[in-house]
């Protein structure tokens, strides 16, 4: 089975920070890596879809990148409503294996 | 309006079979490339994936958990249901229905719709 690490566990930053969370797959999975963004008592929001591709509606601040095993989330200026925790996911097999989370709260 | 919406008990006992639905609104289970599956979270823990079928009755289930999951689709009611057998205290968790992405290039398998989800505990 394909294991997903993500780092750090979590983060504290401030409103307009540069936040880089890194996501980590035990065998290559191409591209097939997505991000979801989960605020406390909701359901999760895919954010990006096929490492680097930006959902449709979600803000520009929000990037991915990486392929193979090592994937990273960018958030280039980090606003209140981004307060959250950061899930990603591969797809690369039917197991759809999430990683364990990344939150980010207040420095 | 696309929406997915959970049903089922909130409470079962352990050893019970769970029977969760999901009734779709602005789209149909039957056309082609939809796909529709069931996600769950444990309470403060991450989320794993359980089940999808397809449009065209394909299905997929997580490895660990395939003796004891079925999911079916009814088109006519628009609906996926998914159930899960010898319940235990350690399946409690939030069941989220999702929807596999569509865009105009194609499919693809990110869960780009999600239920609100619905809170099952499993306790004698």
């Known amino acids: 089975d394909i294991q997903m690490t993500q780092s750090p566990s979590s983060l504290s930053a401030s409103v307009g920070d540069r936040v880089t969370i890194t996501c980590r797959a035990s065998q290559s999975i191409s591209s097939y890596l997505n991000w979801y963004q989960q605020r406390p008592g909701n359901a999760p929001n895919l954010l990006i879809y096929a490492a680097s591709t930006l959902q449709s509606g979600v803000p520009s601040r929000f990037s991915g990148s990486g392929s193979g095993t090592d994937f990273t989330l960018t958030i280039s200026s980090l606003q209140p409503e981004d307060f959250a925790t950061y899930y990603c996911q591969q797809n690369y097999d039917t197991l759809f294996t999430f990683g364990p989370g990344t939150k980010v709260d207040f420095k | 309006q696309i929406a997915l919406k959970e049903s089922g008990p909130t409470l079962v006992k352990p050893t019970q079979t769970l029977t969760l639905t999901c009734t779709l609104s602005g789209f149909s289970i039957s056309s082609y490339r939809v796909a529709v599956g069931w996600i769950r979270q444990s309470p403060g823990k991450a989320l794993e994936w359980l089940a999808l079928i397809y449009w065209n009755d394909d299905k997929r289930y997580r490895s660990s958990l395939k003796s004891r999951l079925t999911i079916t689709k009814d088109t006519s009611k628009n609906e996926v249901v998914l159930t899960m057998t010898n319940m235990d205290p350690l399946d409690t968790a939030t069941y989220y229905c999702?929807?596999?992405?569509?865009?105009?290039?194609?499919?693809?398998?990110?869960?780009?719709?999600w239920g609100q989800g619905t809170m099952v505990t499993v306790s004698s």
């Open positions: 999702v929807n596999r992405l569509i865009t105009p290039m194609g499919a693809y398998d990110a869960f780009d719709m």
